[in-house]
């Protein structure tokens, strides 16, 4: 029932004119960056040709060095950038759709997982949800030792099948006009992380990016949004570029490239709820919603 009034308000708002609205006017002049992870591949295609006919793909390059050179001008209207988190390996079913269309998306791969048979951590959460909220409450040292003891998991243990893209694939995806970001060497909530832990994930993610790749690698993801003052001055110390958020919002000549906002689109959103989150109305009546 749930399912079924919320697709009912995606239907009605889609046809009422807002998201044409916003896209058109308010963001026209705006970079608006979106977030994947895991989607299958018709329905990341059905999304893309909506994108197709109503935006102009960028770079992730494009955006961060028209931030730092202060101009938007050479950047087309309504301009869009994916971006593809944690690396999974149904990604490379997504690349013959981002080569058709020519997306130079940004995966931001977890460095450590990527290219390897171990796992994600959140993804041996049964109860993702809540043991999530838990978990991200905690001292990362205290997340590891629970994860290890619930849930017979930690980083370097290696299974039976993969879950992530494979060296091979990443570096087809980096050769065929993608980018590929840093998301830690193990995703680790890093507002939760020494010192310490927070420099080595973002140093060693990188190093061993740049190995598989062979090219550099500056732009970085936050993982699960988690950051505070000290994690965003290590990402610049460290040598990144760019750092993209969680928050919701558009980019414009004045947004810091290490405070990137973005818009989420849910893996498996029916093209209205997609239209809706790509024009940022979803995250604004989410806001109004929870502010309740
Ligand atoms: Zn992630």
């Avoid at 060693?204 to 500056?218: A, D, F, H």
């Avoid at 610049?236 to 947004?255: A, L, M």
Wanted: charged share 25%.
């Amino acid at each position: 029932m749930k399912k079924f009034i919320e697709h009912l308000v995606c239907c009605f708002l889609t046809w009422s004119g807002l998201p044409w609205l916003i896209r058109e006017v308010y963001a026209r002049r705006k970079v608006t960056i979106i977030n994947y992870h895991n989607p299958e591949p018709d329905v990341f295609e059905e999304h893309v040709r909506f994108y197709d006919k109503n935006y102009n793909f960028v770079s992730i390059d494009q955006v961060v060095k028209s931030i730092e050179k202060g101009i938007f001008s050479h950047l087309p209207n309504k301009s869009l950038l994916i971006t593809i988190d944690d690396g999974y390996s149904g990604n490379a079913q997504l690349f013959s759709t981002l080569r058709k269309y020519r997306i130079p998306a940004v995966i931001y791969a977890v460095a450590g997982v990527v290219g390897t048979r171990r796992h994600f951590w959140f993804d041996q959460l049964p109860h993702r949800g809540q043991s999530m909220r838990v978990l991200k409450r905690i001292p990362d040292s205290d997340r590891r030792m629970r994860i290890r003891i619930d849930y017979d998991h930690w980083d370097e243990k290696e299974y039976d099948n993969p879950v992530a893209l494979s060296n091979e694939e990443i570096c087809a995806f980096a050769d065929s006009g993608g980018s590929v970001g840093s998301h830690t060497l193990f995703h680790p909530l890093l507002d939760r992380c020494d010192e310490e832990v927070v420099l080595n994930e973002c140093i060693m993610s990188r190093e061993r990016l740049e190995k598989i790749i062979g090219k550099p690698v500056v732009h970085f993801a936050l993982p699960n949004g988690n950051m505070n003052q000290s994690v965003l001055n290590w990402v610049q110390r460290t040598g990144y570029r760019s750092c993209r958020t969680t928050f919701p919002g558009w980019v414009n000549c004045k947004t810091s490239p290490f405070l990137l906002p973005n818009f989420g689109i849910a893996d498996n959103a029916n093209i209205h709820k997609a239209a809706l989150q790509v024009c940022g109305l979803w995250s604004i009546l989410k806001r109004l919603i929870d502010s309740d």
